[in-house]
């Protein structure tokens, strides 16, 4: 066993065992960990060739992101969770339920959509006007939101839960539509900015000078691209619409989660920076509708495996990833490239976990089995 660093809480020692076991175990080839209440961080680790200034794609970790942005535009009165998405949306599904879906159930995977379809194969072969690719260009990018937006259900809006990144994708349109500006910008002025979070943002490769690039994360080989990836979203839907949607393209560090952790317990107080109380509550309230949902308006909670929906959802191990000994209020939200936050509001604490799993292919399912056990690690010296 590799012993914990000079200085680091020995309560931690068994976490920061197993998260450099990850490494050995090809699990992952770097990972960074961040446990903290309040605002004090209790411990931060590292581990492979992750940094704590390492810059992760964060993948469907972007979706927690995108309702708070959503809820932020709530306040302001350009939106509303309750509000008919068909009137901001131009649905042209023959499917007349579609016109019965609320925002509110965009962002608790309770729409009826479809959890996920391959629709960069829509515009893989497409090209301009002009004769060049349609891949991740603004085109390729409004395409695969009209493919979305003509879908049928798979049932009725409020019915049941299935986890739907389609459904994140039409809430980054919605924003925008409201905004009147691109996704990355609106995320920029009202959220990340205003928390200090200055290392997140969508498409890095245009934001970071050339001696910045060893701070990225790769994610591996992309067979559509025909490269690697590192700074380009593993998520191929994504880098489809060039690098900027809804349900992911971020790029974050362990620091700056914590900061957006930080809003979202501050925020439950009455004293956050950008979310009011009310909005706090309903990102870390389960949804009333359906009965048994696990879904916040932009987070998860930890279920049992049988009830579970599909996707990079907490339930769908034996284990919740969450950990055996998660507080039952947590919330939280996991990313596909190997990624999770975890928070718990009433005590403060939050727990950041940043890897590429991925980058030893997408079967790669070490990670599902260590997660709980490194985040059982934590709880058990934190959450009593």
């Given at each position: 066993m ?8 020995p ?7 197993l ?30 060739y992750?940094r ?5 794609d ?6 927690p ?7 932020v535009?709530?306040q302001?009165?350009h939106?509303s969770?309750?509000?008919v998405?068909?009137e ?14 609320r925002f509110?159930?965009l ?14 194969e ?12 349609l891949l ?17 259900l ?31 910008r ?11 979070m ?6 890095p ?17 992309s ?13 191929e ?8 949607a809804?349900?992911a ?5 362990a620091?700056?989660?914590?900061r957006?952790?930080r809003?979202i ?10 979310l ?10 389960r949804v ?13 909670t ?5 009830s ?8 769908n191990?034996?284990?919740?990833q969450?950990g ?16 999770s936050?975890w ?32 985040h ?9």
């Amino acid at each position: 066993m590799t012993p914990a660093a000079v200085g680091e809480d020995p309560r931690f020692r068994e976490a920061a065992d197993l998260l450099d076991g990850g490494v050995r175990e090809e699990a992952y080839a770097a990972a960074a960990l961040l446990v903290g209440r309040g605002d004090e961080v209790l411990f931060e680790r590292s581990a492979g060739y992750g940094r704590a200034a390492s810059l992760f794609d964060i993948a469907s970790l972007t979706k927690p992101l995108t309702a708070a942005l959503f809820l932020v535009l709530s306040q302001e009165g350009h939106l509303s969770p309750d509000g008919v998405a068909a009137e901001v949306l131009p649905f042209t599904s023959p499917d007349p339920r579609t016109r019965e879906i609320r925002f509110a159930h965009l962002l608790s995977h309770t729409s009826g959509l479809p959890a996920w379809l391959p629709l960069y194969e829509k515009v893989m072969a497409a090209e301009t006007a002009e004769g060049r690719p349609l891949l991740g260009t603004a085109e390729g990018h409004d395409r695969i939101l009209a493919e979305v937006l003509s879908l049928p259900l798979s049932r009725d809006p409020g019915a049941g839960w299935e986890y739907s990144d389609l459904g994140y994708m039409l809430l980054g349109r919605a924003i925008e539509v409201a905004g009147f500006r691109s996704l990355d910008r609106l995320l920029a002025e009202k959220v990340t900015a205003p928390l200090g979070m200055r290392e997140t943002r969508y498409l890095p490769l245009a934001a970071i000078s050339e001696c910045e690039t060893g701070q990225l994360i790769p994610t591996g080989w992309s067979e559509l691209r025909q490269r690697e990836k590192a700074g380009e979203v593993d998520d191929e839907n994504a880098a489809a619409m060039g690098g900027v949607a809804g349900h992911a393209g971020l790029f974050s560090t362990a620091g700056d989660l914590f900061r957006f952790a930080r809003e979202i317990a501050r925020a439950g107080k009455g004293e956050g920076r950008v979310l009011s109380r009310p909005s706090a509550a309903r990102m870390t309230t389960r949804v009333a509708k359906p009965p048994g949902c696990p879904r916040t308006l932009g987070f998860d909670t930890p279920t049992p495996p049988d009830s579970s929906p599909k996707g990079d959802s907490p339930g769908n191990t034996p284990r919740s990833q969450a950990g055996a000994l998660a507080p039952a209020d947590v919330v939280g939200h996991l990313g596909y490239t190997g990624c999770s936050l975890w928070i718990d509001p009433g005590r403060e604490i939050s727990v950041i976990l940043l890897t590429n799993r991925v980058v030893f292919g997408s079967a790669n399912r070490k990670l599902s089995a260590l997660r709980p056990r490194i985040h059982d690690a934590v709880w058990k010296e934190i959450a009593g």
